[in-house]
């Protein structure tokens, strides 16, 4: 049984990190393969979703994990390194893992140091799971590419969801101007960052503060 496990929106400063994982039998990656499962980053809305669907009716399984803005929060601005968000992610990603208990488990690291990252996950783990981390697994194996469409996915629809309830904003990235100016307006009118937004992030610190001195 091998995992593949991949993340979706690491650097936006709107919404949730989304963690993912799914469990194939090893003869059934060649389908992925097949299906030209690749990197979610590389493919339209409409071919991840579609991808998506196919992803999850043949795994023999999958989990996700949401990471809310308050708890990236919690993370980045911790001052025991224990709590970072690599680490913090890399907690997140053992228990995925431990949902699907596979045999061997491809992880595309988070951290620049791809073994530290992989050894956070093995101590999470109380399973005999073999762990590979490695930087962009997610360009070399089929599995941890279809984790990233599935959390791609999972995320999307969240950002639909708050769209809908609070507004048009964007992709949520610091670099689209739609963003910025979503929370510049919100700023100006309550007086704070929304509770969806990251505030730990240097780009809404900015905001803040530029707003609020006015």
Not at 107 to 115: G, H, K, L, R
Not at 151 to 180: C, M, N, Q, W
Request: proline share 5%; glycine share 4%.
């Amino acid at each position: 049984m091998i995992a593949g496990v991949d993340d979706a929106g690491r650097g936006p400063v709107i919404g949730p990190l989304v963690i993912a994982a799914v469990l194939f039998d090893e003869k059934n990656i060649e389908k992925l393969k097949a299906m030209r499962v690749k990197d979610s980053k590389t493919l339209s809305p409409k071919r991840r979703e579609t991808l998506c669907r196919f992803i999850k009716e043949t795994a023999l399984a999958h989990a996700i994990a949401e990471l809310p803005p308050a708890r990236i929060d919690e993370a980045v601005q911790s001052k025991r390194p224990l709590f970072k968000l690599n680490r913090l992610e890399a907690e997140t990603m053992a228990g995925v893992i431990a949902k699907l208990k596979p045999d061997i488990a491809y992880v595309d690291a988070s951290d620049i140091d791809a073994e530290r990252f992989g050894n956070w996950i093995r101590e999470r783990l109380l399973l005999k799971t073999r762990v590979i981390s490695e930087q962009k697994a997610d360009v070399k194996y089929p599995v941890v590419a279809a984790a990233s469409i599935v959390a791609k996915v999972r995320r999307d629809e969240i950002i639909s969801e708050l769209h809908k309830k609070y507004g048009f904003f964007g992709s949520g990235y610091p670099a689209d101007p739609r963003t910025i100016t979503f929370l510049e307006r919100w700023v100006r009118e309550h007086g704070e960052l929304p509770e969806f937004a990251r505030k730990s992030w240097e780009t809404a610190q900015r905001i803040k503060k530029q707003i609020t001195k006015r």
